[in-house]
């Protein structure tokens, strides 16, 4: 089966959630924009209205094009045996990977209170109040979730013995948020032990710590959805 991701070139962002699930389960693929560029994806993207994509990151195969991080991950999943394979366990972890992306959104809304398509810089002082809430309240409110997620079962990863997109999920959002407020992640660290143990089973993947190793891996930055800004972090 041949696979093109289509997401930006140059940052992570949402494209890595479907990344880090094709890296670890060995999948080859293409990182379409990252060799062809933006426009291109932009054109590829245009061209298949009115079933496309809304907007990236979006992977296309020999039988379908999939769009939405959840979508994708479930499908992926499914066409190659990732994961648990009982049903109840499937869906439970697809509903983890569901308010992954709640999660996601209100991220970007830290830095983008006001306006997605303006630049920070233009809404500092809505941003600061963004995070400071964001911080105290919803923070806390999704990792007491997921940490009570990561014990429902037995074994390394949320489903079990079997690591899924859920796992590579919950990775990458302690590796972001931990990029954009270390100060504040620092200081809650010892209320989530089983989170930081579940990154660290994933980060010990041989295909996920080659993956982290190479220069397939973008850096964080601040073009990106996890930025850090040091006056919206805080204990």
Request: charged share 25%.
């Amino acid at each position: 089966m041949t696979c093109d991701l289509w997401y930006w070139p140059t940052i992570q962002g949402r494209g890595e959630f479907v990344r880090l699930v094709l890296e670890a389960g060995g999948i080859a693929y293409r990182d379409r924009a990252r060799e062809d560029g933006a426009e291109a994806m932009l054109r590829d993207m245009a061209g298949r209205a009115p079933k496309g994509p809304f907007a990236p990151p979006y992977l296309v195969t020999d039988e379908a094009t999939v769009a939405q991080v959840a979508n994708i991950v479930l499908y992926v999943q499914d066409r190659h045996g990732i994961g648990p394979q009982d049903a109840a366990t499937r869906q439970w972890l697809h509903q983890v990977q569901l308010t992954v992306a709640d999660l996601v959104a209100e991220v970007h809304a830290v830095h983008h209170p006001v306006d997605p398509m303006a630049y920070y810089d233009e809404q500092r002082d809505e941003a600061a109040r963004a995070a400071a809430q964001f911080r105290a309240a919803r923070l806390p409110k999704f990792l007491d979730h997921f940490e009570a997620a990561v014990g429902a079962e037995d074994g390394d990863f949320v489903g079990g013995a079997a690591w899924s997109g859920a796992d590579m999920a919950l990775f990458q959002v302690i590796e972001g948020l931990r990029y954009m407020f270390p100060r504040r992640m620092a200081a809650v660290a010892d209320r989530y032990p089983r989170l930081a143990d579940l990154h660290a089973a994933v980060a010990a993947l041989p295909r996920v710590a080659a993956y982290l190793a190479s220069d397939r891996r973008v850096a964080f930055n601040t073009d990106g959805i996890f930025r850090h800004y040091p006056e919206l972090d805080g204990d």
